[in-house]
């Protein structure tokens, strides 16, 4: 059988690459990773023959291709349903989904005004109103699923919601973006999760000169 693996481009700058990454993880699968060099112009003909999207993440497991982050977890969780990737009760689940799909199609001023960039730190940098209107609404979530599900990950313990949010959690310590307690404490917990710590030393080898992704990723 063909090796499982999962192609992804910056670890500093790529937050879908790292939900993709985090997801594989948490379901145990035994993944190399293709890193395509983002400052590369082959890159983009590589990527195609790759990722029918051009994007990343994309997954190859099985003799199965799998583009796109929402579609790597339902995947993930149905071959291995035991990682608990979704929560156990049905209306968990749900919710779990419905947060899930909604950081996936939305929070575009959050993502292009806050950028993902691990090795970067802002403090005391100016949100402008419609990223902030992202904010108000992604700590709503939070405080909604820590309250209803008791913490200290959204659905009590780790689901794909985790890996969703995960670059959210890191953007706000970037930008240094003030929060409400629980959203503090949330995003302190996120950052302590050792998969993400390994992503992170893993980010900080990368090398630096790639400012004009920062707009794009
Ligand atoms: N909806 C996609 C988004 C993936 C995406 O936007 N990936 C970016 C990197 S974070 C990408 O591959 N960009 C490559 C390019 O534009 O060439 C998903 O869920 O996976």
């Given amino acids: 059988m063909a090796p499982t693996t999962l192609t992804i481009s ?15 993880t948490m379901a145990g699968l035994d993944f190399e990773e ?29 003799g ?14 149905e071959i291995e349903p035991e990682a608990g990737l979704l929560p156990q009760d049905v209306k ?14 939305g929070f575009a001023n959050l993502r292009s005004a806050l950028p993902m960039n ?3 730190h802002y403090p005391g940098f100016k949100v402008w109103a419609g990223a902030q209107a992202d904010i108000d609404r992604v700590t709503e979530i939070w405080r909604e699923c820590i309250e209803t599900y008791g913490g200290p990950y959204l659905f009590g313990g780790l689901s794909m919601a985790d890996a969703m949010y995960a670059p959210v959690c890191l953007r706000f310590l970037t ?12 995003c302190r917990t996120i ?27």
């Fill in 64 to 77: 199965v291709t799998v583009w796109d982050t929402l579609a790597i977890a339902a995947y993930l969780d």
């Fill in 191 to 217: 950052a302590e999760w050792p998969a993400l710590q390994r992503w992170i030393a893993a980010a900080r080898t990368e090398p630096d000169e790639l400012e004009e992704l920062d707009a794009e990723f």
């Fill in 10 to 24: 910056s670890k500093n700058y790529s937050s879908w690459s790292l939900r993709g990454w985090l997801l594989c």
């Fill in 118 to 120: 691990l090795r970067a």
């Fill in 34 to 62: 293709h890193v395509l060099p983002v400052d590369d112009p082959s890159t983009r003909a590589e990527l195609l023959l790759l990722s029918p999207s051009f994007l990343v993440p994309c997954l190859r497991h099985d």
């Fill in 175 to 186: 930008y240094d973006v003030a929060l409400d307690p629980i959203s503090k404490a949330y």
């Fill in 92 to 105: 968990a689940r749900a919710h779990c989904r419905a947060i899930c799909g909604e950081m996936h199609s």
